[in-house]
């Protein structure tokens, strides 16, 4: 797989004249998935022309449709910024991308929880960057996070784990919309998608049993959006011990005795908490390869990302 192509605030790279040398940029972001992530840096504030005026800059009025302001001196930046906004998520669409990731706390780039000044001269956490907003109104499936939220080890699995699927999506598509292929897609997700949400995972599939006989746009439309609208679910331990359990089943008439029973006690712990994930799904895999199980070989949930990441190992 090629690198993939993600979207970022260029501040959390350090590589912003915002910085003024004194942010170096996000560690994880730019030491660890910049292995397997080409990154695409957008400036807003440089963009806009508020190399002097940014820091002071905040969201004022109504939270559903907010100015950008300046508080000393009034100047109203809403214009600018929107212009010019909607011009790079444009630009931005011709990309190829599988991701953004945006700014926290920004009153430009921020995804959520931004100040907001209201009228009555509260402050309300309930805004969205203007270019933010924008940019995933533009973009409503593409993967989304901001760096804040990233710490959060189940967060980060779970955008990282977005951005692979739709690298996987686009990879698939490009060699034509054939209901074929979208079925090969659909099979090797699938115990991925039951990961993230049971209700989906049959819903995806009563679509795809249908396929032959719908149009093929339409098909793959509503097949994306429900694929995204899956895997922006938290995929719990519950869930996740449920698709261990079920990858199981594929075993009985392999396992030893003892092999079913250390396999047995070593989800039970990771369903206690006391073991990460990577650890049943590391014996899973080596079941895989023992018994030379030829449709969990195709099983994108057992291996969803590059284990140089990390993303299964917190419990």
């Given at each position: 797989?090629k690198?993939?192509?993600?979207?970022?605030?260029?501040?959390?790279?350090?590589?912003?004249?915002?910085?003024?040398?004194?942010?170096?940029?996000?560690?994880f972001?730019?030491?660890?998935?910049?292995?397997?992530?080409?990154?695409?840096?957008?400036?807003?504030?440089?963009?806009?022309?508020?190399e002097?005026?940014?820091?002071?800059?905040r969201?004022?009025?109504?939270?559903?449709?907010?100015?950008?302001?300046?508080?000393?001196?009034?100047?109203?930046?809403?214009?600018?910024?929107?212009?010019?906004?909607?011009?790079?998520?444009?630009?931005?669409?011709?990309?190829?991308?599988?991701?953004?990731?945006?700014?926290?706390?920004?009153?430009i780039?921020?995804?959520?929880r931004v100040?907001?000044?209201?009228?009555?001269?509260?402050?309300?956490?309930?805004?969205?960057?203007?270019?933010?907003?924008?940019?995933?109104?533009?973009?409503?499936?593409?993967?989304?996070?901001?760096?804040?939220?990233?710490?959060?080890?189940?967060?980060?699995?779970?955008?990282?784990?977005?951005?692979?699927?739709?690298?996987?999506?686009?990879?698939?598509?490009?060699?034509?919309?054939?209901?074929?292929?979208?079925?090969?897609?659909?099979?090797?997700?699938?115990?991925?998608?039951?990961?993230?949400?049971?209700?989906?995972?049959?819903?995806?599939?009563?679509?795809?049993?249908?396929?032959?006989?719908?149009?093929?746009?339409?098909?793959?439309?509503?097949?994306?959006?429900?694929?995204m609208?899956?895997?922006?679910?938290?995929?719990t331990?519950?869930?996740?011990?449920?698709?261990?359990?079920?990858?199981?089943?594929?075993?009985?008439?392999?396992?030893?005795g003892d092999?079913?029973?250390e396999?047995?006690?070593?989800?039970?712990?990771?369903?206690?908490?006391?073991?990460?994930?990577?650890?049943p799904?590391t014996?899973?895999n080596?079941?895989?390869?023992?018994?030379?199980q030829?449709?969990?070989?195709?099983?994108?949930?057992?291996?969803?990302?590059?284990?140089?990441?990390?993303?299964?190992?917190?419990?």
């Amino acid at each position: 797989m090629k690198k993939i192509c993600v979207g970022i605030n260029a501040s959390l790279l350090g590589d912003s004249v915002l910085n003024k040398g004194k942010y170096k940029g996000d560690r994880f972001l730019k030491e660890t998935l910049s292995h397997f992530v080409d990154y695409v840096p957008v400036y807003p504030e440089e963009g806009c022309g508020l190399e002097e005026v940014w820091e002071a800059l905040r969201l004022e009025g109504d939270l559903g449709s907010p100015r950008l302001k300046h508080p000393k001196t009034g100047k109203d930046y809403t214009e600018r910024v929107t212009a010019w906004a909607r011009k790079k998520a444009g630009e931005l669409e011709g990309e190829d991308l599988c991701g953004f990731i945006f700014k926290s706390r920004s009153p430009i780039s921020g995804m959520e929880r931004v100040h907001v000044h209201t009228e009555d001269g509260s402050r309300r956490k309930d805004g969205v960057g203007l270019f933010a907003s924008i940019l995933m109104d533009r973009l409503p499936l593409l993967p989304v996070e901001e760096d804040g939220r990233l710490h959060d080890p189940g967060l980060r699995e779970n955008f990282i784990e977005r951005i692979f699927v739709f690298k996987r999506w686009r990879e698939m598509i490009a060699g034509g919309r054939r209901p074929g292929r979208l079925v090969d897609f659909h099979t090797r997700h699938k115990l991925l998608i039951l990961a993230h949400s049971p209700k989906h995972y049959t819903s995806l599939g009563r679509l795809v049993a249908k396929a032959k006989g719908m149009d093929t746009q339409d098909l793959f439309a509503q097949y994306l959006a429900l694929l995204m609208e899956a895997v922006r679910l938290k995929a719990t331990v519950k869930k996740h011990t449920n698709v261990l359990h079920h990858l199981m089943g594929y075993f009985k008439k392999d396992l030893s005795g003892d092999e079913k029973q250390e396999l047995l006690e070593v989800i039970d712990r990771y369903y206690e908490e006391t073991l990460p994930l990577i650890v049943p799904v590391t014996l899973m895999n080596h079941y895989v390869r023992k018994y030379d199980q030829p449709y969990l070989k195709q099983q994108v949930y057992l291996a969803p990302h590059p284990v140089e990441l990390k993303l299964r190992n917190h419990a």
